[in-house]
Structure formats: C-alpha cells, structure tokens
C-alpha cells in the first residue's frame, strides 16, 4: 500500500484525525512534525508501517506489517 492509496480511502475528515492521532500514538514523528504535514505525508508515513486489509465506506482496517503473516493465517475469505 502507499500513501496515496490510503489517502484516496479516507472519505470523512475524521479518518484523516484518526490516520494522524495513529501516527503521533505510534511516535512515526514528533507532535510538532505530524501537526503541519500534509495528510498525503502522514498517509505515507502509516504506509510504510500498516497494510490496508480491508476498506469500506466508513472503515478501514489496518494491520501492522509485522503482523500482517499473524492476520492472514486467522482471516479466511471467501468470495464469489
């Protein structure tokens, strides 16, 4: 996934607060930096550590790339 990816996700100023609040809790940069980037520069910076698993309308669901092996081994899909 890259920044612009998950940037064209975000539907709702909330998810863009809440891509930032994820970035500043998992300390990708200082309060100061997160506060005057651009959400195109945040998203890149959640991107390097998440991977998109799943995005809806309202929702998107990020895994930690450390646990991304973890999530697929639980998750079974099935589609048509």
Do not use: F, P, Q, W
């Not at 651009?38 to 646990?67: A, F, P, Q, R, W």
């Amino acid at each position: 996934m890259t920044g612009r990816e998950l940037s064209e996700k975000l539907n709702y100023l909330g998810m863009e607060r809440k891509i930032r609040k994820l970035a500043l809790e998992e300390k990708m940069e200082t309060a100061e930096k997160i506060a005057v980037m651009s959400t195109m520069e945040v998203c890149n910076l959640v991107s390097n550590e998440y991977e998109i698993v799943y995005s809806e309308n309202e929702e998107i669901g990020l895994v930690h790339k450390d646990n991304l092996e973890e999530y697929s081994a639980l998750v079974k899909i099935i589609s048509r």
